[in-house]
């Protein structure tokens, strides 16, 4: 084969190879999808109105919600860091090919033409144990001007095997171990968001259960100031009250209508609130209404002494469960960076048989010859005083000492937040009672006032101080209702058994939604 021919071949041979990528390569990019569209809802063609209780609004919100989508994803995210630092051991193919052309001259002015060209391919894998193994072949074909057709194939084995740095399956293995910690991180993490949205859900709900409620008293309130104010008029123009009296009755009149019209706005702002929560696609909505089917009910359920709300908060609260990761993971970090404080001596050994020949046929054949390289020996590395892996253990050290005592405190905060949760539980329960005995009195007030003002022994001022009595004293109870049932989420949250107390459950790439 002349030098020309040889060129010729290689070159065709190496544009093959690439024009055999390409379209590959093309297809693939014609199928990618844009970087910049995005999706984006349709557009709105209906009013909403939804009537929901409590439970399905939770359901709604763990559907819909735009955060928790937002959040559901880290998890996947981080699981693709396992994928990756388990590549490190996966197998790795290498191939190559050279051509290359050369001219020389000797003393005398003589030119030599020659060509060549190299093959070769490998695959090497790294063991848990730090050593890494490799085995290739190897092509050489040589030709000039004056000289007949070399071929030259090898078969060779290699072996690197770390003496001290990097050594051992503990440090080999740490990256791993930590990619698979991050991803636990991030499963508490998603359970503590989806726990404060479930606790955010529910009491947006009685917030605006409330609100419904206040409403409808303001209104009943307002109807009966607007029957006081008739009354009033009726006994004026028989002339059994002053007319001075009008004002009290219309001033009360107003005053409702004021607490109507803040009640309402109130109603309003807490549905956009609700609705952003569970249904964000119905903001765009024209006409929305929220309607809750949900009462508060004044029932106390038997939830424990206080030191099982602790133990839980303690087992289960997912912030503690990520201190306790984030120091697993900080001793995995102890073990790389003590082995960073080794020095660096790799063992190597080189097992290689080599045939030549005229043709790469007879080259391979004589592979079974006696020709053979081998080759050994050691590598050594140390940083001179080496500082830099001094401080990382040093950081590392300190920085475990920092997450335990860390630890300490988030678990200190932890009861001190239980408790105050479940001390605010008992006083909203017995708020429940006495707010209820205050309406009932207050009721018997107005009756009472309202009976003398009709036989002239009241005044329509009193008439209407007892009617905002009883507006006030109605609205506290709802409020003490609503606020025992938030203090009894709060309590569920902080303990860390909110979601298992609901029937919900997370595994760790879908969430189950059971029947409410």
Known sequence: MNRLTMNSFLLTAVFGLILAWFPAFARAGANSPPNDQAQVDPAPKSSAFLSIAVGEAVIMALQNNRSIQVESMNPAILRTYEDQESAVFDPLFSAGATAYSTREADGSGNEREGAGAEFDAALAKKLQTGATVSAGAETNLDTGDDLPDQYATRLGLDLVQPVFQGRGRAVNLANLR??????????????????????????????????????????????????????????IEVGKLAEIEIAAAEAEVALRREALINAKSLVESLTVRVLRLIRPQDLALPGRDLSTKSAPAADQLDMGPLSDHINK??????????????????????????????????????????????????????????????????????????????????????TREQRQRALLNIKDLTRQDVELAYIEKDRAWQLVDATAITRRFKEETLRAETAKFRVGKSTGLLVGQAQRDLLASQVAEVEALITFLKARINLLFLDGSLLATRGLEIPEETIHLPEY
Do not use: C
């Open 178 to 235: 930590q990619a698979s910690l991050d991803s636990s991180l991030s499963q508490y993490e998603f359970r503590g968001f989806t726990e404060a949205l479930v606790a955010r859900v529910e009491t947006s709900y009685w917030d605006l259960v409330l609100a419904q409620r206040r409403v409808a008293i303001v209104e009943e309130s307002m109807a009966l100031a607007q029957q006081q104010l008739n009354e009033t008029r009726h006994r």
């Open 313 to 398: 908060a303690l087992a289960m609260r997912p912030d503690i469960k990520q201190a306790e990761l984030l120091i697993e993971r900080n001793d995995l970090e102890l073990v790389k960076t003590k082995n960073g404080l080794l020095p660096r001596m790799d063992l190597f050994v080189s097992l290689g048989k080599t045939g030549y020949a005229d043709s790469f046929g007879g080259s391979t054949s004589d592979l079974t010859g006696s020709a053979y390289d081998v080759a050994g020996g050691v590598a050594f590395e140390l940083p001179v005083g080496n500082r830099d892996a001094k401080a990382r253990h040093k950081r590392t050290l300190l």
